[in-house]
């Protein structure tokens, strides 16, 4: 499937729709529908970098507040009817159909609830171009993008922090990585980690894709094909249970690992690291 979204698919809310806020991720604007005022602030300051009013949305979220409550510690449910998804938390509710690219969400008025519901529907979106999110840090050094993948503890926050000062900081949590042409482009996300620190909203050529791992010294050893790809299975974020989509990211997954450079990222919790980024 081709990583642009159909033009027919783009829209202008009409004037007379309720107000709210157009938010920019990964190159796919989406239109967060809210008649809440002070909700809407809270996006624009949540997102801000990622608020563009002048792009024409590629989908439209409506929100629904209801009042904060306690709910039970649930994990995320994904399931789907037709091009439908419907996405639950004890936090939320939400719908979202991939086709018309529009949906709601209802969920009390925090910001958690609804940076999930986003990073959901964006995994959706991707997994159906070849493209995904993964919990990994990235940034830009010399015009190109490197990522740093990895469970938790792995190193992300601190390759994050220990980056130099000629390179751009795109994550240190979750990168957004995303089918360009023959090759890979690696976008900011304001979806942050330990750091708290939103990520520059820019993209670039991806050049490498690195699974870290702490050890006495920095060296990058090559990770062969059938290791690369079930590494970067465990990492890529997918919620739902759907077996045509999980093929998808299968294929994508093993596409990726064709075209682009990956290897395993051995380094020591020192500033030289970022040596062998080049």
């Known amino acids: 499937m081709s990583a642009s979204i159909s033009a027919s698919r783009f829209f202008r809310p009409a004037p007379d729709e309720p107000s709210g806020t157009t938010v920019e991720i990964g190159g796919i604007p989406i239109f967060l529908q809210t008649d809440d005022v002070d909700f809407r602030a809270m996006i624009e300051q949540r997102y801000a970098g990622f608020v563009n009013s002048a792009s024409t949305p590629a989908g439209q979220l409506e929100i629904l507040l209801h009042p904060p409550k306690q709910h039970p510690v649930e994990d995320v449910r994904v399931s789907r009817s037709g091009p439908v998804w419907r996405i639950e938390r004890g936090d939320f509710r939400a719908e979202f159909d991939l086709r018309s690219r529009r949906g709601w969400v209802h969920q009390s008025p925090n910001p958690y609830s609804l940076d999930a519901v986003l990073r959901i529907i964006h995994s959706l979106v991707l997994a159906e171009e070849g493209s995904f999110l993964v919990h990994a840090a990235s940034g830009v050094r010399h015009g190109r993008a490197f990522v740093f993948a990895g469970v938790s503890g792995a190193g992300k926050t601190t390759m994050s922090r220990l980056a130099p000062p000629d390179a751009t900081l795109l994550t240190d949590e979750i990168s ?51 290791y690369a790809v079930r590494a970067l299975l465990r990492n890529i974020l997918f919620f739902a249970h759907d077996s045509d989509l999980v093929a998808r990211v299968f294929e994508g997954a093993v596409e990726f690992v064709s075209r682009v450079p990956v290897a395993q990222f051995v380094f020591a919790p020192n500033e030289r690291a970022w040596e062998l980024v080049q």
């Open 176 to 226: 957004y990585v995303r089918r360009s042409g023959c090759g890979y482009c690696a976008y900011g996300t304001p979806f942050a980690g330990e750091l708290a620190r939103v990520g520059a909203n820019l993209k670039a050529p991806l050049a490498a894709l690195y699974f870290l791992e702490k050890g006495p010294d920095n060296r990058i050893e090559p990770a062969s094909g059938p």
